[in-house]
């Protein structure tokens, strides 16, 4: 007729000792479970982050094609976005005689004096005019150079950090639009440039019509020119080239106040720019910039994929 109770019941515990045994045997069968597939692509995914922090601390040099090719474009894009901010001539020259008030509140207000001082020094002044058009462009060149040759492991990090530090002061150029010294409504102060017929500004004589006057906080004469003075003290190893390094901003701040191209503030702003840059770069690359590795010390250039990735073979 049917089963017995006892039967049945035998049957039963025969079924779940024989599922029991089943599910032991295929735990090492991680190609075809889809609990080892997951625990396999967990491992994948710990493996491959733990390879990008590894080369993302130890950066390799990137190619000079592709580094040629994002300085030109991102220095015209720099161009482009300075030179098209409207020019609010109002609102600029409110700016300026705030920042002007403000320095002779804090006593620190000494740009009028050194302008008129340095402007009696034809040669000096007319040094400085050029020196203003001039190195900012070619030192700050130079310094890159230098890293992309010498100190591979560290350039993309360092070029990090100028590229944040110029992004910022776009920013700064758009929304506080501020008249230089020699450009302030009542300010007394000295044009140089257009007193000795030189060429030394990007906003004096016929480069007015074409370059944003109000483009002046923050100063990125002095944030271009801490950048590279800090790379070379860091990295350079004779002391007096260090040495240099240091004097390089110290001599633009002297440049850009006697030129009256440019407050005190405007510098502080240019310094505050860079320190927000080597901020974000140490929150991508977490290590200070020049603490990177001169060079990488994995020859490998591209991401290569970890041992990790393999999974274990089923047997048949």
Not at 88 to 94: C, F, G, N, P
Not at 232 to 256: K, M, N
Not at 264 to 289: E, I, K, Q, S, T
Request: net charge positive; proline share 4%.
């Amino acid at each position: 007729m049917g089963e017995s109770t006892e039967q049945s019941a035998a049957s039963a515990t025969d079924g779940q000792a024989a599922a029991q045994a089943g599910s032991v045997q295929g735990e090492g069968r991680t190609g075809r479970r889809p609990d080892g597939a997951t625990r396999a692509a967990q491992s994948t995914g710990a493996a491959v982050r733990g390879r990008i922090r590894a080369q993302r601390r130890t950066p390799a040099r990137p190619r000079l094609w592709f580094e040629l090719a994002l300085i030109g474009v991102s220095y015209w894009l720099y161009s482009l976005v300075r030179n098209a901010v409207p020019e609010q001539d109002v609102i600029a020259q409110r700016h300026a005689s705030w920042i002007w008030d403000l320095e002779q509140h804090l006593g620190i207000a000494v740009e009028h004096g050194v302008n008129h001082a340095v402007d009696s020094v034809t040669w000096l002044i007319v040094g400085m005019n050029y020196y203003y058009a001039t190195l900012h462009f070619i030192v700050t060149i130079g310094v890159l150079v230098w890293l992309y040759r010498s100190h591979p492991g560290r350039y993309a990090a360092a070029r990090t950090v100028l590229f944040v530090t110029t992004g910022l002061a776009l920013v700064g150029f758009y929304f506080y639009p501020l008249a230089p010294p020699r450009l302030m409504t009542g300010g007394g102060f000295i044009d140089t440039v257009k007193v000795h017929d030189t060429w030394g500004s990007m906003a004096s004589g016929a480069a007015a019509n074409v370059s944003n006057q109000y483009a002046a906080m923050p100063s990125m004469h002095i944030g271009w020119s801490l950048w590279c003075g800090l790379t070379i003290f860091f990295l350079a190893r004779a002391p007096w080239v260090r040495v240099l390094g240091l004097l390089y901003p110290a001599l633009t701040l002297l440049v850009i106040v006697s030129t009256a191209n440019h407050f005190w503030m405007d510098a502080v702003g240019g310094a505050l720019c860079l320190a927000l840059g080597f901020a974000a770069a140490r929150v991508v690359y977490h290590v200070w910039v020049y603490r990177l590795p001169r060079t990488r010390t994995s020859p490998e250039r591209d991401l290569t994929v970890p041992d990790e990735w393999s999974l274990t073979k089923v047997d048949h």
